[in-house]
């Protein structure tokens, strides 16, 4: 039997429903999102008692989400290459790599667009 794509509001919730188990589980068993995300929240927090514009609180706002997205996709990029090996090859050490090189890029912004606003 053909796998039948669910319509209308069932994928919605569905969809949902599957972006919130991820979430849940990042949390649970991700160190690294849970550093992140505590780090986020202080850092949301002080956004919202800052003497700064609204648009300058968007960017500082902006940036902690950026740091837990770019998180996210690391750890999607290495569940996936360890789904497909734990042996050690070159394209997947390249392939982790890069995902991790992606998150110090989102960090670095994130120091950078505070320090800019703040300063």
Do not use: Y
């Not at 160190?31 to 003497?51: C, G, K, N, P, T």
């Amino acid at each position: 039997m053909p796998f039948e794509k669910k319509k209308g509001i069932k994928r919605l919730t569905s969809s949902i429903n599957n972006s919130l188990a991820g979430l849940v589980d990042a949390v649970l068993t991700e160190d690294a999102f849970r550093q992140l995300s505590v780090i986020s929240s202080i850092l949301v927090i002080i956004a919202f008692f800052l003497d700064v514009t609204k648009i300058e609180r968007l960017f500082l706002i902006s940036s902690c989400f950026l740091l837990l997205v770019v998180e996210l996709l690391n750890t999607a990029i290495e569940t996936a290459i360890d789904r497909v090996s734990l042996d050690r090859h070159p394209l997947s050490k390249r392939a982790k790599d890069l995902g991790g090189a992606a998150q110090l890029v989102a960090v670095v912004l994130t120091i950078i667009i505070w320090l800019i606003i703040l300063l």
